[in-house]
């Protein structure tokens, strides 16, 4: 194993991401390679179609660095719902300034202005917390709306979901089809924790600092808490809900 670096090189902190879970698995540099596979074989199959939809988690900051190191004609989009940490926004500037060389850019879309202020009027800033169907709706006006506008007049997306995060995607594959038909393409799906951190940690990947203070999945700010010791991935998302209820919409099966 090379030596744990932070992100531009250096000795990674104590208590770091890096530091604590840069593990790879035995296989890792066959999933690296499958995972560049994959992506070669969407823009040969969805030429100026395809576009890679980054939550800016660290598993999308990885993508992001595979299309930029093997200068891949994808699309990077992600969505700004208003409701981000700074930390997480930020992340969009350091992208392009990360990737200047090879013109790396970045689509962002966002909520409709008026429709989110009215939301807000008649609901509260809190109202995630009120219902389900209060968090679903805000999900649907802040996250799915958005998509839709990213997904028009392309037929391929690109995610950075793992199996391992959650029971809910433990079937997903590397290939599949969203509800609405078009092509998705899960490239990290068989990747573990480790390996995601060993890659971060070899390539000096930029992540988010929130990472580091046990939040391995990062959403919106009032639906993110960091973990404790023993807890799945996604337990600090919407960790008053059920687990059965965790997504927001972005990731369903046709079913």
Known sequence: MSETSSLFGGPAPAG????????????????????IDLLKAVVIEHPDKAVQATSLGVEDMIVTDLIARHGLHIAIGTLETGMLNPETASLIGTIESHYADVGIHVEVYRPVQEVAIEFVRKNGDKA??????L???????RKLEPLGRMLANR???ITGLRR???????????????DKGRAKFNPMIDW???????YVSVNHVPYNPLHDQFMPSIGCAPCTRAIAVGEDFRAGRW???DEKAKEC???VHPT
């Open 249 to 251: 919409g972005l990731h």
């Open 135 to 141: 968090r679903k709706a805000c999900c649907a006006m």
């Open 16 to 35: 770091s991401a890096i530091t604590l879970y840069n593990k790879p698995s035995p296989n890792y540099a066959a999933k690296v390679q499958a995972t």
């Open 155 to 157: 037929d391929a997306w």
């Open 164 to 178: 391992e995060q959650s029971n809910n995607r433990g079937d997903m594959a590397a290939r599949e089809l969203d």
């Open 192 to 198: 573990t924790w480790g390996d995601v951190w060993h």
């Open 239 to 241: 960790w008053w809900e």
């Open 128 to 133: 995630m917390y009120d219902s389900i169907e």
